[in-house]
């Protein structure tokens, strides 16, 4: 949800070109920053599962990247085309 806020952010203000870079960079570490500051304490389901912290984190970016860049095609392929 942090991520989306700061991404809507940068569209408002940039365009929707700047959503790509946003998410992938600000608003990922914004989501972080704000998990680590203020949600420190829940329960986290894999630590009972044998993932690091580590892991998850560089599996989470490899997922949003992923994700950012499919979205980033879609809507190119669109442009594209229309």
């Given at each position: 949800?942090?991520?989306?806020t700061?991404?809507a952010?940068a569209?408002?203000?940039?365009?929707?070109?700047?959503f790509?870079?946003?998410?992938?960079?600000?608003?990922?570490?914004?989501?972080?920053?704000?998990?680590?500051?203020?949600?420190?304490?829940?329960?986290?389901?894999?630590?009972?599962?044998?993932?690091?912290?580590?892991?998850l984190?560089?599996?989470s970016?490899?997922?949003?990247?992923?994700?950012?860049?499919?979205?980033?095609?879609?809507?190119?392929?669109?442009?594209?085309?229309?």
């Amino acid at each position: 949800m942090i991520n989306l806020t700061v991404c809507a952010i940068a569209v408002v203000l940039g365009g929707f070109d700047y959503f790509f870079i946003m998410f992938l960079s600000f608003g990922f570490l914004m989501s972080i920053g704000f998990k680590e500051l203020y949600r420190r304490n829940d329960y986290l389901f894999y630590s009972n599962n044998g993932i690091s912290k580590i892991w998850l984190l560089i599996m989470s970016y490899l997922m949003t990247f992923g994700t950012t860049i499919l979205m980033g095609l879609i809507v190119f392929l669109i442009k594209k085309i229309f």
